[in-house]
């Protein structure tokens, strides 16, 4: 079962009136595994349930997307330097976002915020391929499918979940980003490395190509098969 069988409402798990979550022991105790996408989840679900000593019963399996674009702009063509995707699930983190984003307002880097849910599926497609850098500012996600959507168009992103990094070509550990005193330092961080890219020869097709096929399908499935064993 899963990843995204529980909770309904993260900050109410386990919720009585939910019956999957109310009767969650009795469901973990009659089957083989619950799928989650993250430590993050399978931790929270354990805790909330006092299943801890059942942690081998979390199945982790990565997040994916079977996108994958074939006509992705050149770095030099994309308008967006940086695409602000705000998201804002369990912690009201807006006062710190809005610090971030006027930050880099101040600069000479073009940044288009986007909220959660705010956006159809053919919209943010065209704007990730019309971007270079994503701030993924979310608080906080479990598989991030959307993420993994915008960098198989080869943009390079920016995360506070450790998780969601690929490599440290396409994807960067900010940790400062989930900060509520020190966001400033945050911003530091991301203009600089922001700064060495423009200086480098940047090929997002290679990029694309590298998030594809880590976030690739087939992957998860690899995953499951192995906690099969």
Known sequence: MGPIFVPKNWNLFPNKKVWKERKFIDI????????VHTTRVRDYLSNKTKTIKMKQKYIII???TSLK???????????????FFEKYADLNRRKQGKILLNLFKHTSKTIMPIKYGSYSNKDIQKIANDSKFII??????????????????GVISFTHQKEFVIDRESSFYIPELASINNIELAFVKIINIIDNFYSSNIQTKIIAKKNQLFNKCQNSLIDLCK???
């Not at 973990?28 to 799928?35: D, E, F, H, R, V």
């Not at 674009?69 to 695409?83: A, E, G, Y």
């Open 28 to 35: 973990l105790n009659l089957t083989k595994g619950i799928a």
């Open 62 to 64: 990565r997040p994916c």
């Open 69 to 83: 674009p074939t006509k992705i702009k050149s770095f030099k063509d994309r308008k967006i330097d940086i695409l």
């Open 227 to 229: 906690s099969l064993y």
């Open 136 to 153: 993924y500012f979310s608080f906080f996600d479990t598989g991030a499918i959307g993420l993994k959507e915008i960098q198989n168009y």
